[in-house]
């Protein structure tokens, strides 16, 4: 089997770049959000938090006022993130 890759170089309008920031932070930001409450649980509990449980809480934070910035980005990256998570 022959694996091929290409690699592209891409130039953000300062728009984009924006966006792209912003989205990029909000998906670390709540993977380590996410991460903090699945080790809690584990060392406080020896309790495992799945995925579906870690979506649930990602739609709470997203109703909280000082983490509302969540809603101004797609939601499938930080999904995603959520998956990389469980991984």
Request: net charge positive.
């Amino acid at each position: 089997m022959v694996e091929k890759a290409y690699k592209f170089r891409f130039y953000p309008t300062p728009e984009q770049e924006s966006l792209l920031r912003r989205t990029l932070g909000c998906v670390r930001g709540h993977y380590n959000k996410a991460l903090a409450a699945r080790t809690t649980a584990w060392y406080e509990n020896k309790e495992r938090v799945s995925y579906k449980q870690t979506s649930a809480m990602l739609t709470l934070w997203k109703k909280q006022e000082d983490l509302d910035f969540l809603t101004k980005v797609s939601s499938v990256p930080l999904q995603q993130g959520l998956r990389h998570l469980q991984t």
